[in-house]
């Protein structure tokens, strides 16, 4: 597979935040806002491995500033690092207050995506080819972020034996 440069997977989505996307204190869910998220990665994935996805994990989403009914929020995706069949996208989230045309980083994440055929089994992905000097930063940093989530998969499947699917009060 040819390496493809990450700017060829970069993805923008611009909304306006309006009432319905907004809690009792005037701000954007921050489920709605996960949603965007999750959207932006996987087009920004599949536009990098030209076939269907799916969403293996999502890093932590840290909520930095409050978006108001009224500003725009704007999703920027780009994959950074890829595996065999999987690749990291970074996700930046930007509020813009447009009257007064303050702006703001809201939340960064990375998420994983798998690039699978249409029996939903894992597919090779092409190599990513960073360029510039946060694409280069991102990339060398990649491997032990995706390290880290195997460590964090294993224990949350360990957890999951622990626990298993009975009601609390029926162990």
Not at 11 to 26: E, F, Q, R
């Amino acid at each position: 597979m040819n390496p493809k440069p990450c700017q060829e997977s970069f993805v923008v989505k611009t909304s306006i935040v309006l009432p319905p996307d907004t809690n009792n204190h005037g701000t954007m869910f921050g489920g709605k806002l996960m949603a965007y998220i999750d959207d932006v990665a996987a087009i920004s994935a599949m536009r990098h491995s030209r076939s269907a996805i799916v969403t293996a994990s999502t890093d932590s989403v840290d909520f930095l500033h409050p978006i108001h009914v009224g500003w725009s929020v704007c999703l920027e995706a780009f994959v950074t690092y890829t595996g065999r069949t999987s690749m990291e996208v970074f996700v930046k989230v930007i509020s813009e207050d447009m009257l007064k045309g303050d702006r703001h980083i809201c939340a960064l994440s990375f998420l994983t995506m798998v690039a699978v055929d249409e029996n939903n089994k894992p597919v090779p992905v092409p190599p990513v080819v960073p360029e510039t000097e946060m694409e280069k930063e991102l990339y060398q940093t990649g491997m032990a972020r995706a390290e880290a989530r195997k460590r964090r998969k294993s224990e949350f499947q360990n957890m999951a034996q622990i626990f298993g699917t009975e009601l609390p009060w029926r162990r």
